[in-house]
T-cell receptor, first 112, second 111 residues
Framework: GENVEQHPSTLSVQEGDSAVIKCTYSDSASNYFPWYKQELGKGPQLIIDIRSNVGEKKDQRIAVTLNKTAKHFSLHITETQPEDSAVYFCAARSNTGNQFYFGTGTSLTVIP | DGGITQSPKYLFRKEGQNVTLSCEQNLNHDAMYWYRQDPGQGLRLIYY???????QKGDIAEGYSVSREKKESFPLTVTSAQKNPTAFYLC??????????FGSGTRLTVV
């Protein structure tokens, strides 16, 4: 089955700096890659996603890039703010489309 | 507003006791899922259901059971066979080929 690896597990940045989180996947048939933000004690919230027919997608301060050949995708957050502090999960959908496989999460801390 | 509701938010289980976690959605989503989240680990799939009256085991189904009698509801029972049930449990739903909408989670603790 699919295996998703996520790095780093923790990340601290100064407010205003950029943050980058990287994920790799193993199943070349995976075709949908969402990113989720989880605040303490809450469920994950979808923040951005990308499909395999697109190389990059941007939404204000958040962007995601996908390299299908290398089987990796990344989340980029620019001009970070303290409210960006949370755990971020990447995911890949299996080729059957039935379920997602998640990375182990990145705890992002933005230092004011 | 449409959404997915999990209850209770906190649940305490005694040794040898079965407990049931509730998950209800009014998003008209066909598929529903249960995940377990432990500190420092990713989300691990327990069970999922794509249509009413049908469900499949995920990666860690042992010690858990589910039912899907209604489209809106997908309760999870943590049985006494689950030896390490203390965790944060997340329910999610989705349309076909769409992303997940998650509930706010239930934190289960064994006392």
């Amino acid at each position: 089955g699919e295996n998703v690896e996520q790095h780093p597990s923790t990340l601290s940045v100064q407010e205003g700096d950029s943050a980058v989180i990287k994920c790799t996947y193993s199943d070349s048939a995976s075709n949908y890659f969402p990113w989720y933000k989880q605040e303490l004690g809450k469920g994950p919230q979808l923040i951005i996603d990308i499909r395999s027919n697109v190389g990059e997608k941007k939404d204000q301060r958040i962007a995601v890039t996908l390299n299908k050949t290398a089987k990796h995708f990344s989340l980029h957050i620019t001009e970070t703010q303290p409210e960006d502090s949370a755990v971020y999960f990447c995911a890949a959908r299996s080729n059957t489309g039935n379920q997602f496989y998640f990375g182990t999460g990145t705890s992002l801390t933005v230092i004011p | 507003d449409g959404g997915i509701t999990q209850s209770p938010k906190y649940l305490f289980r005694k040794e040898g006791q079965n407990v049931t976690l509730s998950c209800e959605q009014n998003l008209n989503h066909d598929a529903m899922y249960w995940y377990r989240q432990d500190p420092g680990q990713g989300l691990r799939l327990i069970y999922y259901s794509q249509i009413v009256n049908d469900f499949q085991k995920g990666d860690i189904a042992e010690g858990y059971s589910v039912s899907r009698e209604k489209k809106e509801s997908f309760p999870l029972t943590v049985t006494s066979a689950q030896k390490n049930p203390t965790a944060f449990y997340l329910c999610a739903s989705s349309i076909s080929l769409g992303g997940y909408t998650f509930g706010s989670g239930t934190r289960l603790t064994v006392v």
